[in-house]
Every structure is written in structure tokens, then in C-alpha cells.
């Protein structure tokens, strides 16, 4: 992980297996538990089909940057007709269609950027 990195995207090969998506979190907060992480993961790579998202923001991050994970997803699911919810620290959801997961990737990192950023 880059030094000084706050947050992380990934396109991730777990289906839209929230369990896996628990596994995952628990995962990244313990190898950096001072970053904003979101995953997005398609049921089936390439199918255009349903997609999973799920993010964690830590407390630390949200207290420097107001960043919350259910502002981030809410904003990125939107953006492809999805929906999900949570709470600021840990937020997951769907979009039962996606035709380009490059471009919520792009999405994720764009808000969560501007927010980071303008902190």
C-alpha cells in the first residue's frame, strides 16, 4: 500500500457473495486499518449482470475527512440504478445490472477522492 494512500478500489472476483464481502473487510482492516476501502464485484465478470459493492470507511478517516461509507455507496449505486445502505463506518449494496464496472470503479474513486482531497 502507497504511503499516505487513504482509500482503495478494487474490482473484486467474489461473486455477489456478501459473506465473502465480510471476509474481505475483515481482510483489509487488518492489513490497513486506516484506509476507506470500497469493493465492487460482479455475480458473474463481464455478464453485465448484478453487482455487489460494499464499503468501510474507519472512524479516524470519517473525523479528518467527513467521509462516510453510506454517502460513498449511496452515491456510486445510484449512479447505476442500485441501491444499498448502512452506516457511516460500513455500507453494502446491489445494482441489478451493471455494463460497466470500470466505470463504477471510476465513480468510487472520483467521490471518494473529492471528498479525501477537499478534507
Known sequence: LADGKKSLVLNLDIGADSKASQK???????????MAFMGVSEEEVGSGGKVLCFA????????????????????????????????????????????????VIAKAESFVNDVVVAA
Open 24 to 34: 474481505v473487510i475483515k481482510a483489509v482492516q487488518k492489513i490497513a486499518p486506516d
Open 56 to 103: 468501510i470507511v474507519p472512524e479516524s478517516l470519517m473525523k479528518e475527512t467527513g467521509l462516510k461509507a453510506n454517502e460513498w455507496l449511496k452515491d456510486v449505486l445510484d449512479s447505476v440504478g442500485g441501491r444499498g445502505g448502512g452506516k457511516p463506518g460500513n455500507a453494502q449494496g446491489q445494482a441489478p445490472n451493471c455494463e460497466d464496472v470500470e466505470a
